[in-house]
């Protein structure tokens, strides 16, 4: 009572903050000094940026908890804001929170005496505060405060609404700040009143049934809500008081929607007559008579006081001799806790993903969540299976769980990606590659060439009489090779990058003459210093001219703009040199070439589609080694353009017609807005002339009527003169 008479300053700077003890939604909680009394207290400093309500609301809020004065609620000295921080001073309990002690000490919960003592000081608070019209609204473990003396004071009264509410449950918790049920109460009577003298004159006017809906609702409404807000508090209990025997609250591993749907769906939850052995049956009952779905039937708190449960409660000391008894300083016990709760965040985030994070964070912020107030839950409750399906990423369906299946099984589009990439990668140790590694020496072959799939059906290979068994096998072989490569490798990947050609490889540009063959080095000079697309694109295209060099020949078949020569199809090598340079006899090379050409020939079909995509594009006309390419292969201009470039065409001609149409529009409205503005500054000037002409009227009449005044009086004047003078003669003759 004394420390409340004291006079706290109101400036932050006559408090010096130490360290914290404590962390909230919103709000850090430090120790702190107050310098002009000398005293330790407890400051919770709120951030408003991140609070809903407006600074007057909280102001409001913080003014109340000060008038509170009751030894088991923690009474707040003064509040005062500094920038967008509101601080609020409070007496300073070195014990910390149940919670916290909990967490540090007894992590399986209390025992039952230490609970009783516990809880008969909460309830104590909770029927001061309800006999004032107050609820509390957020008792959990977290909020009932010990001092060193074991003295249990319940906070955060008032302002934690605030920091995580919003809507529907803030304004009904607004209702009953005051006196609000004799509000209710009047506000009632006012629209009952109303509604019936309204219903007499509508029944006489025979519209009564719609009206009947609302005369029969609205007591209804108002009374279950009065009737449900201030039970909150006695469901909250309850459930602290499981949290502080099993040192958590029920459900605290879920995430908070599907606590809610749990709390709907499932009975109450209580303590187990089978698990729960070492609690008494009085605790159990208890618990059960607070945890009961409908408020009504719950007990006020000052019936529950009454419960014989609460004879197993002690004094302070022996608090403070059982749970305070070597426990570290607050400061200390709060960092070592965060430390471990920011691990085991990482762990679970690592594990579950986000999930976890929201459990944990609902866990922090304790049983909150938990009441009763239905347009609280509706509200909450449409957004269950959004939530939901957020929520549960990571933990398997119910239903998927009886399929086999679990949640983290990606969609089956997915899984065919999967499983071929898995196939995929299953199948490279059974591709034999020893064929084409054996042209190695011979040809620029890199990785894509052998994963390239060829037209094998289209153009098989064709084998001569003459060819020997061991070029059959090989020929076998590369087919193999080919056929696994058609099921296993997906169509992009092959027009990929492609490796750089080794220099000291032996390639068919060794064979040609040495002015060539300098030609071909500094293609592929230019080659390396692109990047792999267009490098490859060079490297096919180089391949496939000199294909086309090499076994030019009749046009026998036109494969949309590009040509298929006789060349292309005959199983003929092309024009080689059958010395033995890399040791691999010519006849055995022939089909390996032969499908290097019939890939190449499905490449060639790609690369011209995108040198003529890389054409149409601005700014690439000229000096990327683009035009070389194009006017070494064939002339585009006559190649018919495709459906889609048609397509594109037409939609550029349509475009290109409405900007044509858009502009005329835009001019014709510029002149008609330009008309429109002469329009009304000639009415306007008309307007003005109008009333000039008539202001000059007026001023001329004024002055006219001046003039008549002025000679009006004059005259006057002028007789009153003459009069005078006669007066004078008249006078003067007799
Ligand atoms: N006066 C105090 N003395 C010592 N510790 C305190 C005091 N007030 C609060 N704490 C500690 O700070 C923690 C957070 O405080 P508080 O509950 O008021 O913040 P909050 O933002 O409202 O949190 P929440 O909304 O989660 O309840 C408490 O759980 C408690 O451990």
Redesign the pocket.
């Known amino acids: 009572m004394g420390a409340t008479k004291k006079k706290y300053p109101v400036d932050a700077k006559d408090y010096k903050l130490h360290e914290e003890?404590?962390?909230?939604?919103?709000?850090?909680?430090y120790?702190a000094l107050c310098v002009p009394l000398n005293e330790i207290?407890?400051i919770?400093v709120?951030d408003l940026e991140r609070c809903n309500n407006d600074l007057d609301g909280i102001r409001r809020e913080v003014q109340t908890m000060s008038l509170i004065n009751h030894p088991n609620l923690?009474q707040s000295y003064c509040s005062f804001t500094s920038g967008h921080k509101l601080w609020v001073v409070?007496?300073?309990?070195?014990?910390?929170?149940c919670?916290?002690i909990m967490k540090s000490s007894f992590p399986d919960g209390f025992e039952e005496r230490v609970i009783a003592t516990l809880l008969r000081e909460v309830l104590k608070a909770l029927v001061y505060l309800h006999a004032h019209g107050h609820i509390h609204r957020?008792v959990?473990a977290?909020?009932i405060?010990v001092d060193f003396n074991g003295s249990i004071?319940l906070?955060?009264f008032g302002?934690?609404a605030c920091?995580?509410d919003a809507g529907d449950r803030q304004r009904s918790r607004n209702t009953f700040v005051g006196t609000p049920c004799w509000y209710n109460l009047w506000l009632c009577i006012i629209f009952f009143f109303f509604f019936v003298i309204i219903g007499v004159i509508l029944c006489a006017l025979k519209y009564i049934t719609p009206l009947n809906v609302y005369l029969r609702m609205a007591p209804e409404v108002m009374q279950q809500l009065h009737g449900y807000d201030f039970k909150a508090d006695i469901w909250s209990f309850g459930i602290t008081a499981l949290e502080l025997a099993h040192g958590h609250a029920p459900f605290s591993k879920y995430p908070p929607m599907k606590v809610l749907l749990m709390t709907l769906q499932n009975a109450p939850p209580g303590l187990d007559y089978e698990r729960d052995k070492k609690f008494s049956k009085s605790f159990k009952d208890m618990v059960a008579a607070c945890l009961v779905k409908d408020p009504k039937k719950r007990p006020s708190s000052e019936k529950l006081m009454k419960h014989p449960f609460f004879k197993h409660a002690k004094t302070a000391d022996y608090l403070e001799r059982s749970i305070l008894d070597g426990l570290s300083p607050?400061g200390d016990r709060?960092r070592m806790l965060k430390a471990k709760e920011a691990d085991l965040l990482v762990q679970n985030q690592e594990l579950y993903g986000d999930k976890e994070h929201l459990s944990q964070q609902e866990y922090?912020?304790?049983i909150?969540g938990w009441n009763f107030n239905l347009e609280d839950l509706k509200n909450q409750a449409a957004l269950i299976n959004e939530y939901d399906e957020i929520s549960t990423v990571g933990e398997p369906k119910t239903s998927d769980l009886q399929n086999g299946f679990s949640d983290d099984q990606p969609d089956p589009k997915s899984q065919d990606t999967a499983d071929e990439i898995v196939n995929l990668e299953n199948s490279f140790p059974s591709i034999p590659i020893q064929p084409l590694q054996a042209l190695k020496g011979c040809f620029d072959i890199c990785e894509d060439d052998i994963e390239t799939d060829s037209p094998t059906e289209q153009h098989p290979v064709q084998l001569s009489p003459k060819a020997s068994e061991t070029e059959k096998g090989e020929i076998k072989q590369l087919e193999r090779i080919k056929s696994l490569q058609k099921t296993t490798i997906s169509g992009p990947r092959k027009y990929m990058s492609g490796s750089l050609v080794p220099d000291n490889v032996i390639s068919p540009k060794k064979l040609l003459s040495n002015g060539e063959r300098d030609h071909h080095r500094l293609k592929i000079q230019v080659d390396r210093s692109k990047s792999g697309p267009l490098q490859y694109i060079q490297r096919n295209n180089m391949a496939n001219s000199l294909s086309e060099n090499v076994s030019e020949g009749a046009v026998v078949q036109q494969k949309g703009r590009f040509r298929v020569t006789e060349a292309d199809l005959s199983p003929k090598a092309p024009v080689l040199n059958p010395s033995p340079t890399s040791g691999v006899p010519a006849t055995s090379l022939l089909p390996s070439l032969q499908s290097i050409l019939q890939h190449n020939t499905v490449q060639r079909e790609e690369i011209l589609r995108l040198i003529k995509f890389v054409d149409q594009t601005p700014g690439s006309s000229s000096g990327n080694g683009l035009e070389r390419v194009e006017t070494g292969n064939s002339d585009f201009s006559q190649i018919p353009p495709t459906p889609r470039e048609r397509e594109l065409h037409s939609q550029v001609i349509q475009l290109q017609q409405s900007i044509g149409s858009l502009t005329e529009q835009l001019q014709k409205q510029k002149m008609k807005n330009f008309q429109v503005c002469c329009h009304s500054l000639g009415v306007l000037g008309g307007v003005l002339g109008f009333f000039c002409f008539l202001g000059f009227l007026s001023a001329r009449s004024l002055k006219q009527s001046n003039c008549l005044t002025f000679i009006a009086e004059s005259v006057l004047a002028e007789i009153v003169t003459q009069e005078t003078l006669k007066m004078v003669r008249v006078t003067s003759l007799e």
């Open positions: 003890v404590g962390e909230g939604v919103s709000a850090s909680v120790r207290v407890a919770k709120l923690l409070m007496p300073y309990m070195s014990g910390g929170s919670l916290h957020d959990k977290g909020n405060l004071k906070a955060d302002v934690s920091m995580f607050l709060f922090i912020r304790g909150s």
